[in-house]
């Protein structure tokens, strides 16, 4: 073994050394502001943008809202099963919820009554909501993607299969792209004006 190799072996060895204790110093515990128990497994969260507000999805049925300032949630929702996702817009005004009941749900921030639901036939395993809360994209295991405009009242604009379970979905902030990605290997790109993938 060389002299220049055990020279550069001890160096560096004695710069991991400082940068690890650097580290351990400069390292503090961190408490978190709040926390609180759910009836069962935490799903998912979401939180707006301006960090004000954080939706739950949880096993134990329920979606849930709280304001970044309290432990006490502003409301909550019991549906009929497992709560897989939840989404928020931006500005934490529209709550949308994707269930194992079938169902997918948008709420106001102001009242767990929602403003609707729709049954899409299968688990909602994955939703996305755009940043004014508008549109909603929606993906189920019964190998659709939905898209939903807030204000039709739980109809949907578009719907298309694909050829497995919709696991991921996601729409741009100004709701006019949606990435999918599906159990049967593929992404697609959607334009929000048509079912036609763009690719």
Same mark, same amino acid.
């Given at each position: 073994?060389?002299?220049?190799?055990?020279?550069?072996?001890?160096?560096?060895?004695?710069?991991?050394?400082?940068?690890?204790?650097?580290?351990?110093?400069?390292?503090?515990?961190?408490?978190?502001?709040?926390?609180?128990?759910?009836?069962?497994?935490?799903?998912?969260? +979401?939180? /707006? #943008?301006?960090? =004000?507000?954080?939706?739950?999805? !949880?096993? *134990?049925?329920?979606?849930? &809202? @709280? $304001? %970044?300032?309290?432990?006490?949630?502003?409301?909550?929702?019991?549906?009929?099963?497992?709560?897989?996702?939840? +989404?928020? /817009? #931006?500005?934490? =005004?529209?709550?949308?919820?994707? !269930?194992? *009941?079938?169902?997918?749900? &948008? @709420? $106001? %921030?102001?009242?767990?009554?929602?403003?609707?639901?729709?049954?899409?036939?299968?688990?909602?395993?994955?939703?996305?909501? /755009? #940043?004014?809360?508008?549109?909603?994209?929606?993906? !189920?295991?019964?190998?659709?993607?939905? &898209? @939903?405009? %807030?204000?039709?009242?739980?109809?949907?604009?578009?719907?298309?299969?694909?050829?497995?379970?919709?696991?991921?979905?996601?729409?741009?902030?100004?709701?006019?792209?949606?990435?999918?990605?599906?159990?049967?290997?593929?992404?697609?790109?959607?334009?929000?004006?048509?079912?036609?993938?763009?690719?």
């Amino acid at each position: 073994m060389s002299a220049h190799f055990i020279k550069m072996t001890v160096a560096c060895l004695l710069v991991l050394g400082v940068a690890l204790i650097f580290v351990s110093e400069g390292a503090e515990a961190i408490d978190p502001e709040w926390s609180y128990e759910t009836g069962d497994n935490v799903l998912n969260v +979401a939180v /707006s #943008a301006d960090g =004000e507000y954080i939706a739950v999805g !949880s096993e *134990d049925d329920k979606v849930y &809202l @709280f $304001d %970044k300032d309290s432990s006490t949630p502003l409301w909550s929702y019991t549906t009929g099963d497992w709560v897989n996702t939840v +989404a928020i /817009s #931006a500005d934490g =005004e529209f709550v949308a919820a994707g !269930s194992a *009941d079938n169902k997918v749900y &948008l @709420f $106001d %921030k102001d009242s767990n009554t929602p403003l609707w639901s729709h049954d899409a036939q299968g688990d909602i395993l994955s939703l996305d909501i /755009s #940043a004014d809360g508008q549109y909603i994209v929606v993906g !189920s295991t019964t190998h659709y993607v939905y &898209l @939903f405009n %807030k204000d039709d009242n739980g109809g949907y604009s578009w719907a298309y299969s694909v050829g497995g379970d919709v696991n991921s979905v996601s729409i741009s902030a100004d709701g006019e792209y949606i990435a999918v990605g599906s159990e049967d290997n593929k992404v697609y790109l959607f334009d929000k004006d048509s079912s036609t993938p763009l690719w």
